[in-house]
């Protein structure tokens, strides 16, 4: 796919846009002053690989715990800013690596300035988020309501009032819970401006609901070459917006590296606890930087042959099972060693 060229934005130690790799976002839901709980929820967040952090600043306190914060996590750190533009500056002051306002709820231009002039003195980005809910009032009359049309002009409106202030270090979001419409207003926006795009389906849903539309909507748009970050909304653990979004740059062949755990579906002759050995088999995939794939099969039947794509792979029988090496049987196990027999395979691969 033919990517759509931006300019490089540097948050803190990352680089995004200028053809660098997409990367993965979250948001933590801990409560920002709250230092010890924050920190513990970025590491586990890194640790599943969330590359850029934000926390929600939404008090004079949660501003100022950001400078212990970013001294105890590894990946940047980015500034929520709503209403307030006091909290912005006070962000920037504390460290925030990139702020997130929205300049049509911020005040008065004189307002937006100050945030403007604190982030250039210290070339801090500032993503002009733009969603569904905060299109200004002249737009939702002049286009009958929310639309594409009217998400991207509000974006490049509050990017421009930015730019003609001196400051063009900047990154637009335009999110809808609508999928086509965010996918449209995508489309229409790549095609007006070189900044970086983050890219997300706001307001999701729950984790099945939420991965399905995310799945959908974020491929969509990345397939077409467009967005420079990516967050994956859900109503769930942090952890699981992670795992769905590194699934989705994965199956798009835009992320590298980790192990695809690929298993069949539970059928009759599945003689083994099949959902159960698969969800071990990526608990315990995780847990190797190996860009391979593993297959988990549900009965040495049809397993050997279904696996054969695969690099490595277990077939579960009666009380036992098949382990397999590239589409080879490499030998029979109780069933009880299947997982430390897969384990043992993943520790001595590349030997």
Request: negative net charge; aromatic residues 2%; hydrophobic residues 45%.
């Amino acid at each position: 796919m033919k990517k759509h060229r931006t300019r490089e934005v540097a948050i803190g130690s990352r680089v995004i846009g200028g053809g660098a790799e997409i990367a993965i976002q979250s948001m933590t839901n801990t409560r920002t002053e709250d230092v010890e709980a924050t920190v513990a929820q970025i590491e586990r967040l890194t640790a599943a690989g969330c590359e850029i952090i934000r926390c929600a600043v939404p008090t004079m306190a949660a501003a100022a715990a950001l400078s212990e914060i970013k001294k105890r996590i590894t990946i940047p750190l980015v500034a929520d800013i709503h209403f307030d533009y006091r909290l912005a500056l006070s962000a920037i002051e504390h460290g925030a690596d990139k702020i997130r306002i929205n300049p049509g709820n911020i005040g008065s231009a004189e307002r937006v300035r100050a945030v403007v002039d604190a982030a250039k003195e210290r070339a801090v980005p500032i993503r002009v988020g733009v969603n569904s809910g905060s299109l200004e009032k002249e737009l939702l009359e002049k286009y009958g309501g929310v639309t594409a049309e009217a998400l991207v002009e509000s974006a490049l409106t509050q990017a421009k009032r930015i730019e003609d202030m001196g400051y063009d270090n900047l990154v637009i979001s335009i999110k809808s819970s609508d999928v086509m419409m965010c996918v449209k207003a995508h489309e229409l926006i790549a095609e007006q401006t070189d900044h970086p795009l983050h890219v997300g389906i706001t307001e999701a849903g729950t984790l099945t609901a939420g991965n399905i539309k995310s799945a959908v909507g974020l491929g969509l748009i990345l397939h077409q070459g467009i967005g420079d970050t990516i967050r994956v909304s859900l109503t769930a653990d942090p952890v699981e917006e992670v795992k769905s979004a590194k699934m989705i740059l994965r199956t798009l062949g835009l992320k590298k590296g980790g192990i695809e755990v690929v298993s069949c579906p539970t059928c009759g002759r599945t003689q083994i606890d099949l959902i159960a050995l698969a969800n071990r088999v990526e608990t315990l995939a995780a847990e190797f930087p190996l860009d391979i794939k593993v297959a988990v099969m549900g009965c040495v039947v049809n397993g050997p042959g279904e696996a054969r794509e695969a690099d490595l792979g277990i077939a579960g029988g009666i009380g036992e099972g098949l382990l397999i090496r590239h589409g080879e049987v490499v030998k029979k196990v109780p069933e009880q060693e299947l997982l430390p027999a897969l384990r043992y395979e993943l520790e001595h691969w590349g030997e």
